[in-house]
């Protein structure tokens, strides 16, 4: 990923960033879901976030699948790309598209039903492959765009507004995606603006699969008693697994911390993360621990939030393809159709 | 299961006791799994290099080891490559489906046979050489393994001495397929000879058949049609692949990754130019195709009908983002998993119309090799500058069958990559909107992200032309209109169909594909047989141009020869005919997994005639 752009000097009065840019470049068109709803919320982040870490939002693409989440890119980064595909499929799209321009971040945004129900089969692929993108999953628990049925994370004997129980066990997506081979799982909630805008920009500075499951509550179907996903209920059982703070590459690290309950971890391009631990012996390195911590906490009906699980030096997909620095998709004639001589050696061979 | 079930009563019993040279179709019956290939294609290519036109054809189980396959290959001075019904010369390999191979062959045929099936006496009309492949092979090796693998040489080594084709040529063939490896060479060679001595020592000749040298194969090559497909969109510059294995697409894209690491290795860095992932299904296969053009990358994927049927909600998507894909469909028998290992083109309304809502493609008809190489390349061509999914039709005959051609000529064209917004194009429009026609021909420009020209938003909903969301009336329809637009541009830029008009007749033929090979065959059998003159078009994509029109305007009758069962091309032609066009149009149908002969065409084309003029 390359957040390496000039740094322009800032015109006067007003707030940019070090390549020059206000925040308003990094916002998109006006959002379109109900107001007060979680997705808003994790927008507003994201747009934060790439204007913190100064990233040309011409170099990012941003994905969706469908359902309310998917909307979402149109609400950020308006002078990016973006590619508002089918249901559940954004994996797939995302895959062919960060292969075809390595250059280009990746940010895609999905949804509970999007990836556990319909989509999960190209969300486990996509963790298995570790594929760079940044992949936000804006859970709700339930189906907005349908109005209210219940999603594959929906917690067992949550209920809806019409009083039906949910009777199934929930999927948890950041196990899964710890067990598969993302190498960046985090977990946190849209009403946490300052953990959420800290796990984004290491995720959108990680290289490799960066998982982000958001809790968002649904505010027209899914946020009253009964519901699992209601700002009241995460509110009271979430579970700050460590205080995150995110120092990029072209800080100098000021803070200071105590050696003995913070994680640093740096990512590929030099940024840093410091995770100050609030519970004890977690290792946010050990897939182990971190499934212990999800499976623990999910039987307190608790929602442990923060980097879960994080594997800054795992091979990405990319590297593992052996494909040219350059994108492919900009290859001239010249480098990608062989000349006469292979087609004449290959016809010798059939003769 | 019978290969030749009608041979019987169709060929009149005529006595053979002239000699028929290079003009017969041989059959070899093994158990799949037993390693016959490589005495198969030998034989094939041993008759090739003795200059005769052949075609191989393999009829094998969807299954790895156990099961009756059949190699069939035809020998035809007159260069007739299409499939020929009747089995002339049997190779009973396989106990299980000897005594019914033995039964359907015609009067006049002959059968070497593995000796304790003991099948002399089923049939007097028939020549047989009965040959102890196990006593012949015990000499030969110690190890069992190899004995069962070499076995099958031994028949090539007695048809060697019954059909005389050279043994020279039979060592040159074995050395073609096995390359370097002296040891397997050797080993072969023995069992070839042990057979060919067997039968010049035991064997007196009694059948008709035999090979004789000629120069019709002269700087020609043998190879399947998707290894052909591979090498064109190699050469069209692929750079992304994205697949799942399917029967019988498969080898296409195995042949290209091959290719592609051989070829297609950056200089300079040894890294790839190219970028090819198996995907979980043939959805994100298709998907990731799909990601991949809307980046600007050259994208393909390959498969079969099951595949297609998967794709349809991405090639949708494809048709309304307007993005390019190349989609190869090696055809096979539906419906559903139905014969995978068996040909049709049965996909061809799936298709020109696949996906939901209101939509359509653009689709290449390859009848030859030579026609998979070039097609693969006017695909990606055509996908870009019709910003488009385009279909290149193949079929497992034509995909996985060993076809005689002449060598593919290097592409003269430079790769189209359809119409890009750059610097000048933004000035000259003043501002960028995506989906606006600016040119007149409903394509509109496009940028991709990372090139510095304005972004879009991609979307599968309703859109207005600058890509922006919209459910008006007017945007929707002025959209929907567009590309209806772009698809009457695609017509003026597909390939145009071959026409051989004849004088003095009213009688047409339309074809495409594999079934071309059997017309050829057919228009000179109704000449021949039965007095017939048919004038002839090759459809080579759709949407139509306007040729085909002019066609059935010239005919009175025009029997559009297909293998599948509903007439699915005809059904195509109908939805743009006028209505005495529409009139005019009759079926040949063949869909039995075989690939279509010429005889079938002709006995059914006749029978519809007669019907047509009395």
């Known amino acids: 990923m390359s957040t390496e752009a000039p740094v322009q000097p800032s015109a006067p009065g007003r707030k940019v960033n070090r390549i020059g840019l206000e925040s308003l470049a990094y916002r998109g068109s006006k959002t379109t879901l109900c107001a007060g709803c979680g997705h808003n919320a994790i927008t507003e982040r994201i747009i934060d976030s790439f204007f913190d870490l100064g990233i040309d939002p011409t170099q990012v693409i941003k994905l969706s699948g469908i359902g309310c989440s998917s909307k979402a890119p149109a609400y950020f980064l308006n002078s990016a790309h973006g590619f508002n595909s089918v249901h559940g499929r954004m994996p797939s799209v995302g895959t062919g598209a960060v292969v075809a321009n390595r250059k280009m971040i990746a940010i895609g945004i999905s949804g509970d039903g999007d990836t556990g129900a319909i989509g999960i089969g190209q969300f486990v692929h996509l963790m298995r492959r570790n594929l760079p993108i940044v992949y936000v999953i804006e859970d709700n628990g339930c189906y907005g765009l349908t109005k209210g049925q219940f999603s594959p994370t929906a917690d067992l004997g949550s209920t809806l507004k019409t009083g039906v129980v949910n009777d199934l066990p929930p999927i948890d997506t950041c196990a899964l995606a710890i067990e598969l081979g993302a190498s960046f799982v985090a977990r946190s909630f849209s009403g946490d603006p300052k953990q959420l805008k800290a796990i984004l920009k290491a995720a959108i500075s990680h290289r490799g699969t960066a998982m982000i499951d958001v809790i968002s509550p649904c505010v027209t179907f899914n946020d009253h008693e009964g519901s699992t996903k209601s700002y009241a209920y995460v509110k009271d059982h979430d579970e700050p697994l460590s205080d995150v703070s995110f120092v990029p590459f072209f800080e100098e690290i000021s803070v200071e911390y105590d050696a003995g309950t913070t994680k640093e971890v740096t990512l590929h391009n030099g940024s840093k993360i410091m995770l100050t631990k609030m519970t004890e012996d977690y290792q946010p390195t050990d897939k182990i621990s971190a499934l212990r911590l999800l499976h623990e906490t999910m039987a307190r009906g608790e929602y442990a939030t923060g980097i879960l699980y994080i594997e800054p030096d795992k091979q990405d997909f990319i590297e593992l393809l052996g494909i040219v620095d350059e994108p492919l998709a900009g290859l001239p004639e010249s480098k990608t159709r062989p000349g006469k001589a292979a087609l004449d050696e290959i016809m010798e061979s059939f003769r | ?614």
């Open chain 2, 1 to 614: 299961m019978s290969v030749t079930d009608v041979a019987v009563q169709e060929t009149a019993s005529q006595s053979r006791t002239e000699r028929i040279v290079n003009d017969f179709s041989l059959q070899v019956a093994t158990v799949n799994g037993s390693g016959s290939q490589t005495a198969n294609l030998v034989l094939l290519r041993s008759i090739f290099q003795m200059g005769v036109p052949v075609s191989g054809k393999n009829m094998f189980p969807s299954n790895i080891a156990g099961l009756p396959t059949w190699y069939t290959i035809r020998a035809s001075s007159k260069g007739y490559i299409g499939r020929k019904k009747e089995v002339d010369f049997l190779v009973a390999m396989n106990p299980e489906t000897a005594r019914e191979d033995v039964m359907t062959l015609p009067p006049g045929a002959a059968a070497v046979y593995d000796e304790p099936l003991k099948l002399k006496d089923l049939r007097t009309d028939v020549v047989f050489y009965p040959v102890p492949f196990d006593k012949l092979i015990t000499p030969i090796t110690h190890d069992a393994k190899l004995r069962r693998l070499v076995r099958n040489m031994i028949y090539d080594g007695v048809l060697s001495r019954l059909l005389s084709i050279d043994m020279g040529h039979m060592e040159k063939a074995l050395r073609k397929q096995l390359g370097k490896k002296e040891k397997a060479v050797a080993l072969n060679m023995s069992a070839l000879k042990a057979g060919y001595d067997y039968a010049e020592a035991n064997l007196p000749k009694l059948d008709p058949f035999v090979v004789e040298p000629m120069d019709k194969t002269k700087g020609l090559i043998l190879i399947e049609g998707n290894a052909a497909a591979a090498i064109g969109c190699m050469m069209a510059g692929v750079t992304f692949v994205g697949w799942y294995p399917i029967t019988p697409s498969s080898s296409l894209c195995e042949s290209l990754i091959d290719y592609l690491k051989k070829y297609r290795k950056d200089p300079e860095t040894g890294k790839a130019t190219y970028a090819v992932i198996q995907a979980e299904d043939e959805i994100a296969a298709l998907g990731m195709v799909v990601g991949a053009g809307w980046m600007g990358a050259r994208a393909m994927t390959s498969t079969a009908g099951p595949g297609i049927s998967l794709m349809a909600e991405f090639t949708g998507l494809g048709y309304y983002v307007e993005v390019p894909a190349v989609i190869f469909d090696v055809q096979r028998v539906g419906p559903s998993t139905g014969l995978p290992t068996r040909t049709a083109q049965q996909d061809v309304l799936a298709t020109a119309i696949l996906s939901h809502g209101d939509t359509k493609h653009p689709l290449l008809l390859p009848a030859s090799v030579n026609e998979c190489y070039t097609m693969a390349m006017e695909a990606f061509d055509l996908a870009e500058r019709l910003q488009t999914p385009v279909f290149v039709l193949s079929d497992l005959d034509l995909g996985m069958n060993t076809w005689m051609s002449s060598t593919f000529d290097y592409p003269t064209k430079p790769l189209d990559r359809g119409k890009r917004l750059d610097a000048a194009a933004l000035k000259r429009l003043g501002e960028f909107a995506r989906y606006r026609d600016v040119d007149g021909d409903g394509i509109p420009y496009r940028t991709v992200p990372g090139d510095g020209m304005p972004a879009y938003f991609a979307r599968g909903s309703g859109h207005n032309e600058k890509a922006q969301y919209s459910e008006r009336a007017d945007d929707y329809a002025n959209n929907l209109d567009r590309l209806a637009r772009k698809f009457e541009t695609a017509r003026t830029l597909v390939p145009k169909p071959d026409v051989t008009m004849a004088r003095d007749t009213r009688i047409g033929l339309i074809g495409y594909g594999t079934t071309h090979w059997a017309i050829v065959e057919s228009r000179d059998q109704l000449v021949a047989d039965y007095g017939i003159d048919t004038s002839y078009l090759r459809l080579r994509a759709y949407p139509f141009t306007p040729e085909v029109g002019q066609f059935i305007d010239r005919c009175d009758r025009v029997y559009v020869v297909e293998q599948n069962r509903d007439a699915q091309m005809l059904s195509l032609l109908k939805m743009e005919c006028t209505p005495e066009q529409f009139a005019k149009l009759r079926s040949v149908l063949h869909y039995v997994g075989l690939p279509i002969d010429g005889r079938s065409v002709t006995t059914e084309l006749v029978k519809q005639e007669q019907v047509a003029t009395t």
